[in-house]
């Protein structure tokens, strides 16, 4: 059974400092990886992806991957109350097909 | 835009109805994808699909079916609802490029009683 594994939180940061989601997933062949926002209620939004070790930034959003420790983590800087959400890490195991980890819920305090 | 459009945003029906939900997506994408997601355990994958008339058991596949006649839509049907079946039903679709995610319909909140 390939896992993706997400600590559920919530994880509480205060407005303005750097939200570090971290995620780890089983299959040691697995090549692409990507981070969702999902808002209460609402359906996921893809943020990014990544499917080369290091860092990949994107705005206030940095994916970095280390394949080695099959680990994947999504950093938010300067973190913003409407950054509040749940994020899901997704691993494709192949085709178009992922598997999704639990999810993390963060909450940044005003 | 790119959009996954799904029929109903919220469903209640009866124990043993036939329920249909239906998802249309207007970015001619092959791969088409039914999710049921609940507390606790997060997104599963029901059935998917990668082109007309194609259809794939996903991880919990019991108690539904699908029909992928045309490549914009593909329909998820519960055969005889079950309580165990209230969730909330997630649609999504994707390229067949592997460095794109999915786009996800609104979801539909199915509550049968």
């Known amino acids: 059974q390939k896992e993706v594994e997400q600590n559920s939180g919530p994880l509480s940061v205060p407005e303005g400092a750097i939200a570090s989601l971290n995620c780890t997933y089983s299959d040691r062949g697995s090549q692409s990886f990507f981070w969702y926002r999902q808002y209460s209620g609402k359906s996921p939004e893809l943020i990014m992806f990544i499917y080369s070790n290091g860092d990949k930034e994107d705005g206030r959003f940095t994916a970095q991957l280390n394949k080695a420790s099959q680990y994947v983590s999504l950093l938010i800087r300067d973190s913003q109350p409407s950054d509040s959400a749940t994020y899901l890490c997704?691993?494709?195991?192949?085709?178009?097909?992922?598997?999704f980890g639990p999810g993390t819920r963060l909450s940044v305090l005003p | 835009d790119v959009k996954v459009t799904q029929s109903s945003r919220y469903l209640v029906k009866r124990t043993g109805e036939k329920v249909f939900l239906e998802c249309v997506q207007d970015m001619d994408h092959e791969n088409m994808f039914w999710y049921r997601q609940d507390p606790g355990l997060g997104l599963r994958l029901i059935y998917f699909s990668y082109d007309v008339k194609m259809k794939e058991k996903g991880d919990i596949p019991e108690g539904y079916s699908v029909s992928r006649e045309k490549k914009e839509r593909f329909s998820l049907i519960l055969e005889s609802a079950s309580t165990n079946q209230t969730s909330m039903y997630l649609c999504?679709?994707?390229?067949?490029?592997?460095?794109?995610?999915?786009?996800f319909g609104s979801g539909t909140r199915l509550t049968v009683v």
């Open positions: 999504a679709s994707s390229p067949p490029d592997r460095n794109y995610g999915y786009t």
């Open positions: 997704a691993v494709r195991i192949g085709g178009q097909n992922f598997v």
